[in-house]
């Protein structure tokens, strides 16, 4: 426990251990994508209710989970080329402790299977047939293996070419990262998604990837991902905006070098998008993406909304 400061304002003084913990404006939760705005309130009246940060990152986003319009995450997301919607997520708490599972088929709320991992198993990583036995030993429901009617009708329309190339900008249908900081300065971060459509059956992006799609430590701050998958497991991309901030950058700096580097990294960069979004312990934001069209959620107590990333290239 830190010693007794007094600042006006500030209701968790005993916890802070020097002036700059209380920069930013605490509970802060982010989340990426429009979805993101819904996912937030969710989460906010999580820990409104009482919830510890961890219950309100995964309560977030399964409601986008949900979601029936949202064909990037949950099982009404776009399958992959045979026809076959799989899920991947992953769940991370400030301390260090982490679950993921990837590849699940019939789970409707991944990232609780994540939690699962996290909390009731030694391992990090449950993938594919493994974490379905798992879901079912732990009483999750399994549904019916059919695509929803939206997801139907544009795989009916994929396959009439069936040609495979990631769309570089879906505003409003991407996968969610969340990152959230309690009002004590715990944090922990949710990602969950379907992945990129018409994937190779198999195919696993960053989000379950603890470093590649989220990264969490309550010494420094927290990032997550969104975009081309492989071009952020390339330059482990959350956990290398981490490290930027430890080695102090602010989050908007250590964003801005993520996505260098990704470029960097990785060819055909014009038909790759990617976004980051982190904080620091001190309730600072950055974001920003490859290309324009990148945008986040960010919401305290009093205040939810969106705003606009920045970008290096500009469309
Ligand atoms: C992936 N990063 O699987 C995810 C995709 C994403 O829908 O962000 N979009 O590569």
Same mark, same amino acid.
């Given at each position: ?86 899920? %991947? ?5 400030? %301390? ?120 969490? %430590? ?49 060819? %055909? ?47």
């Amino acid at each position: 426990m830190g010693s007794a400061l007094f600042i006006p304002g500030v209701s968790n003084i005993a916890e802070a251990k020097s002036p700059a913990l209380i920069k930013g404006e605490k509970p802060l939760i982010l989340s990426t994508w429009n979805h993101g705005l819904p996912a937030n309130a969710a989460a906010v009246a999580k820990l409104k209710a009482g919830g510890t940060i961890i219950d309100a990152v995964e309560t977030g986003v399964r409601d986008t989970e949900l979601d029936l319009s949202n064909l990037s995450v949950g099982l009404q997301g776009l399958p992959d080329r045979e026809g076959i919607t799989t899920l %991947d997520a992953s769940i991370m708490s400030g %301390d260090g402790s982490c679950g993921a599972v990837a590849f699940v088929r019939q789970v409707k709320h991944p990232i609780s299977l994540a939690r699962v991992v996290m909390e009731k198993t030694p391992h990090v990583m449950i993938v594919g047939e493994g974490a379905r036995q798992l879901a079912i030993a732990e009483g999750f429901p399994i549904e019916k293996e059919e695509l929803s009617p939206n997801a139907k009708k544009a795989y009916l329309k994929w396959k009439e070419t069936s040609q495979y190339k990631p769309i570089i900008n879906i505003e409003n249908h991407d996968t969610i990262g969340m990152i959230g900081m309690d009002a004590k300065g715990n944090m922990a971060g949710s990602c969950t998604t379907s992945g990129l459509s018409y994937k190779m059956h198999g195919r696993v992006g960053d989000s379950p990837i603890i470093g590649a799609g989220l990264f969490v %430590d309550n010494e420094v701050g927290a990032a997550t991902a969104t975009g081309l998958g492989e071009s952020i497991i390339r330059i482990c991309g959350s956990f290398l905006i981490v490290e930027l901030m430890r080695q102090g950058r602010t989050p908007q700096e250590a964003c801005e070098e993520a996505v260098k580097r990704l470029i960097a990294k990785n060819k %055909d960069i014009k038909d790759i998008q990617a976004g980051f979004l982190a904080m620091n312990k001190d309730g600072e934001v950055g974001a920003y993406a490859v290309h324009p069209g990148f945008n986040y959620a960010k919401a305290t107590l009093q205040k939810n909304e969106m705003i606009d990333s920045n970008s290096q290239f500009t469309g």
